[in-house]
């Protein structure tokens, strides 16, 4: 059986997974599913992952329930020594930090206002929530002040987990670019890359109008 990819393309770390996954031509079958429909919360999802998130890598009886965990599987699996993941182990290390900082910070922020619009169909979001997502373009222009990607000054698997986040979150909070510079120049060479343009592109569009249609201030 070939592995799988149960995926959603509105959902930033399921596009992570997508983009890397195409990088390395990682042999999977991808399978969208229908959170809408509840397709996350059948009893064989809920056997492969209990947590009920998406996207979820399976290869025979081996299985991956979380993004970040899956870009460096994927990337020392089949990224033939990329220097998108260097196994110099400072260099690697600055980079887990970042896919850390993505999975805790940047996606968790976002996460706490999209899933219970999505999933759940509550509307409206707090003025703390939007601060937390305005507090994290200090963050990343602090960060791109010392490096000119996030954790090295080459792009690394560690910009694509976050672009598939930071992409969306100009919809919710406009960025002023005069005041995050480096954050607008990374988010601009970020979105130059081909699998950027393919395989993020559109579905933070849609999630992202999503999202701002959803997210007048309580
Ligand atoms: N840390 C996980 C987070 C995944 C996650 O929270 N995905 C969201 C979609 S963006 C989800 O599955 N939400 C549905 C739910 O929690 O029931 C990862 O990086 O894979």
Same mark, same amino acid.
């Given at each position: 059986?070939?592995?799988?990819?149960?995926?959603?393309?509105?959902?930033?770390?399921?596009? /992570?997974?997508?983009?890397?996954?195409?990088?390395?031509?990682?042999?999977?079958? $991808?399978?969208?599913? *229908? #959170?809408? %429909?509840?397709?996350?919360?059948?009893?064989?999802?809920?056997?492969?992952?209990?947590?009920?998130?998406?996207?979820?890598f399976v290869?025979?009886?081996?299985?991956?329930?979380?993004?970040?965990?899956?870009?460096?599987?994927?990337?020392?699996?089949?990224?033939?020594?990329?220097?998108?993941?260097?196994?110099?182990?400072?260099?690697?290390?600055?980079?887990?930090?970042?896919?850390?900082?993505?999975?805790?910070?940047?996606?968790?922020?976002?996460?706490?206002? /999209?899933?219970?619009?999505?999933?759940?169909?509550?509307?409206?979001?707090?003025? $703390?929530?939007?601060? *937390? #997502?305005? %507090?994290?373009?200090?963050?990343?222009?602090?960060?791109?002040?010392?490096?000119?990607?996030?954790?090295?000054?080459?792009?690394?698997?560690?910009?694509?987990a976050?672009?598939?986040?930071?992409?969306?979150?100009?919809?919710?909070?406009?960025?002023?670019?005069?005041?995050?510079?480096?954050?607008?120049?990374?988010?601009?060479?970020?979105?130059?890359?081909?699998?950027?343009?393919?395989?993020?592109?559109?579905?933070a569009?849609?999630?992202?109008?999503?999202?701002?249609?959803?997210?007048?201030?309580?």
């Amino acid at each position: 059986m070939p592995a799988k990819l149960y995926k959603l393309d509105q959902s930033p770390p399921a596009r /992570a997974a997508i983009m890397v996954c195409k990088i390395f031509n990682v042999p999977v079958e $991808m399978v969208d599913l *229908n #959170v809408l %429909e509840g397709e996350h919360l059948t009893p064989e999802y809920l056997k492969m992952n209990p947590c009920h998130t998406i996207p979820v890598f399976v290869d025979g009886d081996f299985v991956i329930h979380d993004s970040h965990a899956m870009l460096m599987y994927f990337a020392d699996t089949y990224g033939n020594n990329s220097p998108l993941y260097p196994k110099d182990i400072k260099q690697r290390t600055l980079i887990n930090q970042k896919l850390f900082f993505n999975d805790g910070v940047l996606f968790t922020r976002l996460r706490i206002i /999209a899933n219970p619009a999505f999933v759940h169909g509550v509307k409206g979001v707090t003025k $703390m929530q939007l601060d *937390n #997502v305005q %507090e994290t373009y200090d963050f990343l222009e602090a960060f791109l002040s010392r490096h000119k990607f996030l954790a090295l000054d080459h792009i690394t698997i560690a910009d694509i987990a976050a672009y598939a986040t930071v992409s969306m979150f100009h919809y919710i909070v406009p960025l002023d670019t005069n005041k995050y510079p480096k954050l607008a120049a990374w988010l601009k060479e970020m979105e130059k890359q081909p699998y950027c343009q393919k395989y993020n592109a559109a579905g933070a569009k849609a999630f992202g109008e999503y999202m701002k249609s959803v997210t007048e201030t309580k």
